[in-house]
């Protein structure tokens, strides 16, 4: 309450997740396995790894893969493409690429992987035991 916080919002009983990260799901490419692993990571130092995200966390590494696929295409082809009559018109692909950002930036707010999402994040403080901060 001191820092503005609404008694009625704070949430006391949140159900907690069962320990341990997710496992990579089968059907992600090479690519995918990349993203997986630092995206897995990155949530892991901020302790917000949980296998109950497995599925929403596919979803995002799916978005971010198509993304980059479809910005290289955005790349080698340019915005602007000519049809089979000769009209410029804009290349599909910019429609994918727009999608698959917004995909990926709402999926990115629910693992606070957003600068503007991480704000609003609490986790426990880990007490930083004394001999590793004396040899660390």
Do not use: C
Request: charged content about 25%; glycine content about 6%.
């Amino acid at each position: 309450m001191l820092h503005g916080e609404k008694p009625y919002r704070i949430n006391n009983n949140e159900p907690q997740p069962a320990q341990g990260t997710p496992d990579p799901p089968e059907e992600l490419s090479e690519t995918g396995r990349v993203i997986w692993a630092y995206v897995v990571g990155e949530l892991t130092a901020m302790r917000l790894a949980h296998r109950a995200d497995a599925h929403a966390l596919h979803a995002y590494v799916e978005a971010v893969e198509l993304h980059a696929h479809a910005s290289a295409m955005v790349h080698r082809a340019g915005p602007l493409i000519k049809d089979r009559d000769g009209a410029v018109r804009t290349n599909p692909a910019v429609r994918i690429q727009r999608e698959a950002a917004r995909t990926m930036l709402a999926l990115a707010r629910e693992f606070g992987l957003t600068p503007a999402s991480r704000v609003h994040l609490q986790t426990e403080q880990v007490a930083e035991d004394a001999a590793a901060r004396l040899l660390g």
